[in-house]
């Protein structure tokens, strides 16, 4: 009986001490423990983003604090110069904030190095630019073999032409990105996004460039993505109806959240 009770207590230290998180978040769930800060993806908290111009300064990001659990959906949408594009990047860890703490499956950004956070990038983000980020000297096919040429997939290029042919490209492989519309260019960053096979996909207005049948043809590979592949998504956008789709939604002005909805 005490060796039981010895070993049980052993398990719970050995739990406490992995996962640095108050025993008192632990809940008994059918036969495993889980806890409630590990089921969000991300946690975002108190996060401010202040740039200095001249001698004045300029908060663009002021006290933001959500919470996204895995495999959920949220959308973000406001004004423009709210500051949608420094939060997404900020959460993405391709930019770092004044203040404020950004949490990505459990590890804090804000003590990494710039290699650490690549790290984290490479293995659980994919991102959809508002500006598409494309290298210019690089084709579409060789655009979207960049991050599963990182991850040394074998099956690089006939993973990146199947992504390709999915988002209606299967005829431009060869085209560098001057050669291809902004639409055009809009699908190939969603299919490089998509190549790494990320646990969240953060989208800086991923149908704002497509024409109305393009835009539901992307909207709809991304919350396939969602359903079948259980990955969280971040996406900004002005168009409501898209963001009405969404669990969760955060409405920023002026670089604070005027409103948040769970649907
Ligand atoms: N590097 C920078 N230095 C100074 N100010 C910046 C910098 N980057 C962004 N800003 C300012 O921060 C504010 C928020 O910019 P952000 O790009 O996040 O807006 P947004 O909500 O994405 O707008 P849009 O809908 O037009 O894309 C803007 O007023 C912008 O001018
Ligand atoms: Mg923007």
Redesign the pocket.
Known sequence: MFLSILTFEIFLQSIIKNTKLNPLLFLFKRDKFFSLKDMNILSVENLSKT?R?GNRE?T?LDQVSFEVEQGKTLSIV?P????????LGLCAGLDVASSGSVRMDGKALENMNEDQRAGIRNQLVGFIF?NFQLLQTLTALENVMVPLELKKRKDAKDKAKELLVKVGLGDRLTHYPNQLSGGEQQRVSIARAFANEPKILFADEPTGNLDTETGEMVENLIFKLNEEQGTTLIL?THDLELAAKTHQSLHIKGGKIQEATHG
């Open positions: 740039y111009s300029l663009v406001g423009s110069g709210s500051g949608k594009t420094t939060l508002q900004v």
